[in-house]
């Protein structure tokens, strides 16, 4: 096959800027990136216990939970792991739920938590109650359920209560230091799918932990005692609902916190639940417990015995402050550097780039010349036969 000067020409400056890279960019670019290994969601030992069986796995929601798979899918399950464990004769039960992200897993969390439990410092949030902890982790929330055992009774006691014939005691102590070293093996999360919710952070102090629940969606916003009807806090429009009770002077009385999209919607939302309350879509509790207060794009409700005062003193408590996250690891960068940083790129990007013309002609140009003196010519082609020239002089 023949080339021409000019094709060998365009054939040069396409394959020179690929010659200009370094080899080990020219490599990556070549070959993609294997895929990250796939963690296992439970290990196969722990503090000292060790599986006793295979691990049961599957990403179906029926599977996972058969009678709260429409809460599971609400809160976004990827997938699940069952595993059987044993210790000194001791056995243990895990049930391991990953979510898409972190507020799927802290939805769970609270959806799965009964009253009573007492609250542990176990992975972001944990909860123990009975034979049973309950502890989540950035996407993962696990469930271990410990056999012909009780748990310590309160966070506060190291040593174990009275338990029933056949029985062996746990202390919380030793409860938390085993659920800690599985919390680090529960795989890591990635990027943004770790950041929690936010809006549980705006309920007033008070409350008891073991109550509050958080849904971002109709099924389980019901299934947990959620005072208002579903359709009337808008599911469909991205609201986030969390619900806690407190001690009132007449008994126990329910906060409710929405959040919207946009200051917009919640005002919208908070002027027809106002109007459904009036109505009496709530019953039980004070009416003078009912309450609907707005701030930016929260909406909070009270219900149940609170009395008036404690009611208006509670709904005035939240107040919606607009928060700013920098994901800058070096932290705030001002637009001095900002802008100091780009002239910098552009000079840099106008010294590759002059560097790569000079190395470009000189090898274009500089073969070329070679090639024909190779050949007995000439260097220059002034004086070629086929030049065209005037002849002025």
């Known amino acids: 096959m023949v080339f021409s000067r000019r094709s060998l020409c365009a054939v040069l400056l396409l394959l020179a800027p690929a010659a200009l890279l370094p080899p080990a960019f ?126 310590g009774a309160s966070s506060d006691s190291e040593a174990c209560a009275p338990v029933a014939s056949g029985e062996t005691c746990i202390s919380v102590a030793s409860t938390r230091a085993t659920l800690k070293e599985l919390a680090a093996e529960i795989p890591p999360a990635a990027g943004s799918e770790g950041v929690p919710p936010n809006l549980p952070h705006y309920l007033p102090k008070g409350f008891d932990p073991s109550s509050v629940r958080y849904s971002i969606g109709p099924a389980a916003y019901a299934r947990t005692g959620g005072v208002l ?13 969390v619900t806690a009770q407190y001690t009132a002077r007449d008994g126990k009385g329910t906060l409710t916190l929405l959040e919207y999209p946009t200051p917009q919607i919640a005002i919208a939302r908070a002027k027809a639940i106002d109007e459904q309350l009036k109505q009496g879509v709530v019953t039980g509790g004070n009416a003078t417990a009912l309450g609907v207060h707005g701030s930016g794009p929260l909406v909070a409700i009270t219900s149940g015995n609170f009395s008036t005062n404690e009611a208006q003193a ?80």
Do not use: C
């Not at 009678?67 to 997938?79: F, I, P, R, S």
């Not at 009807?229 to 609902?241: G, I, K, N, Q, T």
């Not at 107040?319 to 932290?331: M, Q, R, S």
């Open 229 to 241: 009807p579903p359709a009337l806090v808008d599911f469909s429009r991205d609201a986030e609902a």
């Open 26 to 151: 020219a490599q990556a670019a070549s070959t993609p990136a294997p895929p990250a290994a796939q963690q296992p969601l439970l290990p196969s030992s722990f503090a000292g216990w060790t599986a006793v069986a295979p691990m049961q796995t599957g990403t179906g929601l029926e599977s996972a939970d058969q009678a709260n798979a429409d809460v599971l899918k609400e809160y976004g399950l990827k997938d699940f792991a069952v595993g059987e464990y044993s210790q000194g004769g001791r056995h243990l039960t895990l049930h391991a739920r990953r979510f898409v992200d972190a507020t799927g897993a802290y939805g769970a969390f609270t959806f799965y938590r009964r009253l009573g439990m007492h609250a542990e410092d176990i992975g972001k949030g944990a909860a123990i109650g009975g034979n049973e902890a309950l502890f989540w982790n950035e996407t993962t929330l696990v469930d271990a359920v410990f056999g012909n055992a009780s748990l």
């Open 314 to 393: 509670l709904l005035a408590s939240v107040k919606y402050e607009a928060e700013v996250t920098w994901n800058h690891p070096e932290g705030y960068v001002s637009e001095v550097s900002k802008t100091a940083k780009l002239l910098l790129g552009i000079l840099y990007l106008t010294g590759i780039l002059g560097t790569a013309s000079i190395l470009l002609g000189l090898f274009l140009g500089g073969g070329r010349a070679l090639f024909r003196r190779l050949r007995g010519k000439p260097v220059s082609t002034l004086n070629d036969d086929y030049f065209i020239s005037l002849k002025l002089d």
